[in-house]
């Protein structure tokens, strides 16, 4: 039964992972990165979601807390959308973001970087286990719902890692049709401002229609 329950879990954070939020959010700091840096990126979001659930999901299980103010971890989820969008049209529309070419060890490279100055940081990365975990608020009803069909478990550590390895499997490989879109289509500065504006858009589209459902 304890395989069986396990199971259901790690499905479960396959569905939750398709959620159109999390891929839009997955899509925002992804694009332009590296091979590296994006995996890593969508290896934390996942990371941060689960630990996000995991510390919610235990204070739930010793107090009882109603369902409008469970209400507003969606709240909070929309708003990180559409905040993101809204922060990538503003830097489309104000020419904030750059492409500079460098050769590496006679090999062409790009870099795609925000603000006036290129800078190699860690911001971004940082930012999606952020990201990814005030994110997390928003499935713990979801989690607690799965988590009910296992009768007389509480929340522990095996369950958390069976749902993160079940959304970090679809947000890894999302990451990878990501890496195809840096590869072959992030190759000018107007292919750029498309691409971060088409995101920008989504982004705002996506955060929206979960206030409004």
């Known amino acids: 039964m304890e395989n069986v329950g396990l199971l259901l879990i790690f499905w479960y954070g396959v569905l939750h992972a398709f959620g159109p939020d999390h891929l839009t959010a997955i899509a925002d700091f992804s694009i332009g990165k590296n091979k590296k840096k994006t995996m890593l990126i969508t290896a934390l979001f996942a990371v941060g979601h689960g630990l996000s659930l995991f510390v919610f999901a235990k204070i739930l299980e010793s107090y009882h807390i109603s369902e409008t103010i469970l209400g507003y971890g969606d709240l909070i ?3 990180v959308i559409i905040g993101i969008g809204v922060y990538l049209l ?3 529309f104000t020419d904030r973001i750059g492409l500079k ?3 590496h060890d006679g090999k062409e490279h790009l870099h795609i970087f925000f603000g006036k100055e290129h800078a ?3 911001a971004d990365t940082a930012s999606a286990f952020t990201i990814g975990t005030l994110m997390g608020i928003g ?5 607690l719902i799965t988590l009910g069909v296992i009768e007389g478990q509480s929340v522990d550590f095996v369950m958390v890692l069976a749902f993160t390895l079940g959304v970090m499997s679809i947000f890894v490989s999302f990451g990878v049709v990501i890496l195809y879109i840096n590869k072959n289509l992030l190759n000018s500065k107007q292919n750029l401002r498309r691409v971060f504006a088409t995101a920008g858009i989504v ?5 929206s229609n979960m206030l409004i459902g």
């Open 120 to 122: 190699h940081d860690n």
């Open 203 to 207: 982004s705002v589209a996506v955060g």
């Open 139 to 143: 499935g713990v009803r979801g989690m």
């Open 101 to 103: 070419k460098h050769i």
């Open 77 to 79: 989820s929309s708003l």
């Open 90 to 92: 503003f830097m489309v």
